[in-house]
């Protein structure tokens, strides 16, 4: 009784420190995440799903009373099903880390989901024969006879995700742009859950592998939690210091398909909105470019603050005139905003964008290149209808 009672304690435990760490990644941004940040929200999500269960297997075990055999099987098959559904959602996190495209990794998950797929099989079995569980008249547990093989089909993926890790690691140091502590992340993650594992097949009465696996979560979670600090405290867009990071994983690993853009957009005016109006204007003013940009943008799209009045966009496209098009549909929309008479100013915007695939030395250039496109926009801007004199208080 004594042992169950601890073993619930640490369960109960880790289960709040999942909680904690939801509630926490809800506050970024207004729920808006980038891909790697959503996949960390299921990594959570099916680690409490998986403690729940188990600490249900753990209260059923041995009690009788009526229902208990079938809420004991209830509960021991979906922990089972469970157990592979961590390593499969961290193999698709690391491959999102090193930059595998979407496209490539959906031709890819079929294949990743074999071992789920084989142990899901395994799982049913037992219900009928103890292949990997029992459970006595007394509504006992029992380890099966293929109890390990269950702990080798769950790992598989993390294998296969730490290989792929070491690989892209050595492909990174010949290019000469590794960075150790990005890949030491990634590495660390899953040395706890293997500890725990290795616990739980030496020893079948302690099971703290879901529990070691939430100090790989607060890992992964601080290193979040960092990132935080890279957040534009006015917009609440990343910024540039986020951005860095983002572009080297887009242009880690490229397959052909999609082209990489990076969009630099200046808001027209801004100074003499300003100067006219004062700074809490000025301040609503990038605020409500922010607001734009979140709305049109894609929720793939890569949305960061660079400084001052000037805001990138990073987006993948795979029809090159899809990202005009983008730029076009933000000055329509800040047009109509404008028409609307809302604010005492007006809201335009001059555009510079670069493609990655047209083959840049580094990513200050790729950058650079973007900037000195938006600066000859912002001179066309300046030419038309006078605007060097009127910028930013009449219609743009």
Known sequence: MFH?????????????????????????????????????????????VTLLLDSATCLLDGQVFPGAPALGMAATVGYYAMNPVMGLVYLVYCETKLGVERECLYRRLPLYCLPFAAHLILVIASVFRPVLFSLSADNSYTRGPLFPLSMVLSYLPVFYSVFEVLFSMRQAKKGGGADSRFYRSLLLFPVPPLIGGALQMATPEVSVVWASTVISMLIIFINLQNAEITTDALTGLFNR???????????????GGQGLYVVLMDVNGFKQINDSFGHQVGDHALRQTAELLRRICGREDFLARYGGDEFILVAER???????????????EMSLFSGRGTAPYNLSISAGCARWENGYPTLDAFIADADARMYEDKRRWKQSAGREIQEGVTPS
Not at 31 to 37: A, H, K, P, S
Not at 241 to 255: A, F, S
Not at 322 to 329: C, M
Request: aromatic share 10%; proline share 4%.
């Open 4 to 48: 169950r009672l601890i073993y619930i304690q640490v369960n109960l435990f880790a289960m709040i420190l999942l909680c904690v760490m939801l509630r926490g990644l809800r506050r970024r941004q207004g729920n808006r995440f980038l891909t790697d940040q959503r996949i960390f929200k299921w990594l959570l999500l099916s680690n409490l």
């Open 241 to 255: 210091w986020q951005l860095m990071p983002y572009l080297e994983g887009k242009t880690r690993r490229r397959d």
């Open 318 to 332: 795979e029809i090159p005139s899809d990202v005009p098009a983008l730029i076009e549909h933000i000055r329509r």
